[in-house]
């Protein structure tokens, strides 16, 4: 199996109406960011619920990491590529 | 690493189950966790963009411009929850094409129920009011189910699902106090679908092998037999306010259970439709594999765009 | 805080998604109803037979080319466009119905007569019981919608062209023609600039992109011409202020489009015009259309005095 290239994912961000702060709400694939910012606009404010939209590249996002006691096991937490089913093994390969 | 710190963040895991609060994605996790995670989200994704073709068969079709109108916007909500849980999916390190190369090579499964035709405008009706039903009955536990981002991706799917139900049911409302060739084709549609709904809910508790394991680690909150009693209780109901029979002699009013009873479903076509031999199968199958490797040179182009860099 | 309430105080933005009012199932993505407090009496000047003739060619216009592009559902090369191409669909839908609903009000003679009782409403009579001769749409919509090269080409002229249009018949005399237009003109910008943008992204993508796109470009090319022909009728709602001679927008809309063409680095066209005259206009359709209304029509046409 080949893994194809995919258009990255973002997070999406609503303000829902004035005074209110963006909640992330999503996330969806675009290619680059004004694609995501037209998809948003499809995808997550299809019944006007939103006057505001930031998207933000995934991998951009800086995160803490879950289990700060501890350290032993921060730096893997924000690595999904470090776990194996990031992987696609061809399903012949036994045993993996 | 050590067996102490394994056994550790397994002690963290657990505590966390058991007090009900959430995993998130960068949480340690089982292995076995995960990937029960990841089969059951994706499969519910998969129901959601196979779900689009039973109802989108009939959008072009539609008739009055007020219906078609709501069916459209009710099938690109499919859309929208097959993406959202796709997207809670990913969280766990699977892209959303390695997803749909399983659903197309039949690796994952989605709901059995779309593997039944729509044959009258009456059936759009049905798929809100019966399908969409039982969907709402498993769905909503969800919204509570100990993975983080599936149920927050479950919160907006339920809440667009009860519209969904309701336009379901006010379509067969309205063709019930139409014409006798209109009430025929709504119970004609009931009759078609009733099983196939009960079946939503997956074999009986005692030949659902993965219940248990998924129930301790909230991910699933209720019994198959369960939620499928729930639903008939239910039902029969709004089946006696639209004014249709459910094709089931057994069911009844149980005083001393204080439920309905009623007949089982026929597992063994369950069983086929499963494994591949459903009335469409092939033809879902199919037809997602078509769109997606005609959309392939159209995903190529924007990537490849993208890569240039230039701005508009 | 009990964490099983969790999902309750969720901080979302769709809470009270389900106090909505139903109107938002039916008018594609803007819920507010564009007639509100708008007078809906037939001006003075104007010929109410013109006014339908009129609204008939802009809303089947709209509800022809709504049929097409709703036909990407679940076919399109992604789940984001699926629903970008649906979206896009149910605004065109909206239209239709309100421009349909003129066209009654305005001439009810144009309404086909269904058997007695028939609960069918004005707007439904006019799209599923009028015959392929009494449709007024031109012939660019009718095609099929081909890959998705074609399906951005055809959307971007037809998008450009209608945009200039409403933008002038939002200062018609007609006030809810006017209204009909103002609330078009916000949802036709968005597809002009969601076909705009995948037009250059196509030109500029791969070269298998680009080939398919001009190829797309040359397949519509032909039929676009139709757009800025005036028909008769569209000449009357000219002089009586309450329409627009499409030929008279066919500069702004060329600026546009030359100025897509030379950011995508695509030339133009040079293939000949399809037919001559305002066709589709006077009911003169392609073959496509036959099948395109047995098929939006089949059912609706089998229950006259069904309730939907």
């Known amino acids: 199996m080949t893994v194809q290239p995919e258009w990255p994912l973002y997070e999406i961000f609503v303000r829902g109406k004035r005074g209110l702060n963006h909640v992330h709400v999503g996330s969806l694939h675009a290619a680059d960011d004004e694609m995501a910012l037209r998809h948003a606009r ?37 690595k999904v590529y470090r776990h194996p089913t990031f992987y696609a093994i061809p399903d012949d390969v036994p045993h993996m | 690493m050590t067996a102490t710190a394994n056994a550790d963040r397994e002690a963290d895991f657990e505590r966390t189950i058991e007090h009900h609060d959430r995993i998130e994605p960068r949480d340690w996790m089982p292995e076995k966790y995960r990937a029960t995670v990841i089969r059951q989200v994706a499969q519910h994704a998969h129901s959601e963009i196979i779900g689009m073709q039973p109802e989108g068969n009939w959008i072009t079709r539609a008739p009055s411009l007020r219906r078609k109108a709501i069916l459209l916007a009710k099938v690109q909500d499919e859309a929208g929850h097959g993406l959202y849980l796709y997207s809670a999916c990913e969280t766990l390190g699977v892209s959303r094409g390695e997803l749909t190369d399983k659903l197309i090579s039949g690796k994952q499964k989605y709901s059995s129920i779309f593997n039944y035709p729509t044959l009258s405008y009456a059936d759009v009706g049905t798929i809100g009011w019966l399908v969409d039903g039982a969907a709402i009955c498993n769905q909503v536990p969800l919204c509570r189910t100990s993975y983080g981002p599936y149920g927050r991706a479950m919160i907006r799917v339920c809440k667009e699902e009860s519209f969904h139900q309701r336009q379901g049911y006010e379509l067969l409302m309205t063709m019930m106090s139409g014409t006798d060739e209109q009430r025929a084709m709504v119970q004609e549609s009931v009759d078609r679908f009733w099983w196939p709904a009960l079946m939503m809910f997956g074999p009986p508790d005692a030949d659902s092998p993965n219940t248990a394991q998924s129930m301790a ?3 699933k909150r209720d019994t198959n037999d369960d939620l499928r009693q729930k639903f008939v209780d239910m039902s029969v109901p709004q089946a006696e306010a639209l004014g249709v029979t459910l094709p089931d002699p ?54 490849a765009f993208a890569a240039k860099g230039t701005d508009l | 805080m009990d964490s099983h309430d969790l999902d309750l105080d969720h901080d979302s933005v769709y809470d009270g998604l389900l106090g909505g009012d139903a ?21 003075a000047g104007v010929d109410g037979a013109v006014l339908a003739a009129y609204c008939l060619m802009l809303g089947d216009d709209a509800l022809v080319y709504a049929h097409r592009l709703s036909e990407w559902t679940s076919n399109a090369p992604d789940l984001e466009d699926d629903i970008a191409l649906a979206n896009i669909s149910l605004d065109l839908l909206g239209q239709a119905r309100l421009l349909l609903a003129r066209a009654a009000a305005a001439d009810p003679s144009v309404v086909p007569v269904l058997p007695d009782g028939s609960p069918v409403p004005p707007e439904d009579a006019l799209a599923f019981f009028r015959d392929e001769s009494a449709f007024r749409n031109v012939r660019y919509v009718e095609a099929p919608n081909g890959d998705f090269g074609v399906t951005i080409a055809r959307l971007l002229l037809f998008s450009t062209h209608r945009l200039a249009l409403l933008q002038r018949l939002a200062a018609s005399v007609d006030p809810v023609l006017a209204a009909i237009a103002a609330k078009g003109v916000k949802e036709v910008t968005y597809h002009r600039d969601y076909a705009g943008r995948w037009f250059v992204t196509l030109a500029r993508g791969t070269e298998e992109s680009r080939r398919r796109l001009v190829a797309g470009l040359a397949t519509v090319w032909p039929m676009y011409a139709e757009l800025t022909r005036c028909s008769d009728v569209e000449a009357r709602a000219a002089e009586q202020a309450f329409g627009v001679d499409p030929a008279t927008v066919g500069d702004e809309v060329d600026a546009v489009v030359e100025h897509v063409l030379a950011t995508a680095g695509i030339e133009r066209p040079d293939v000949p015009a399809s037919g001559t005259g305002p066709l589709g206009r006077t009911g003169r359709h392609s073959e496509a259309m036959g099948r395109l209304l047995a098929e939006m029509q089949v059912v609706a046409r089998a229950h006259p005095l069904g309730k939907w």
Request: proline share 6%; aromatic share 10%.
């Open chain 1, 42 to 78: 499809d995808v997550y404010t299809r019944r006007n619920e939103g006057v505001s939209i930031w998207a933000v590249r995934a991998d951009l996002i800086v995160a803490s990491s879950p289990d700060e006691k501890d350290p032993l096991f921060a730096p893997a937490g924000d």
């Open chain 2, 217 to 219: 680690w909230g991910i």
């Open chain 2, 250 to 303: 057994e069911l009844a009013w149980n005083e001393e259970r204080g439920h309905h009873d009623f007949g089982q479903p026929d597992w063994d076509e369950f069983a086929a439709v499963v494994s591949g031999s459903g009335p469409c199968n092939a033809q879902r199958i199919a037809h997602r594999k078509r769109a997606h490797d005609e959309g392939a040179w159209v995903r190529e182009a924007a990537l």
């Open chain 3, 23 to 43: 109107s938002q199932w039916a008018f594609g993505t803007d819920f507010e109803d564009p007639l509100a407090g708008v007078d809906t009496t037939i001006p």
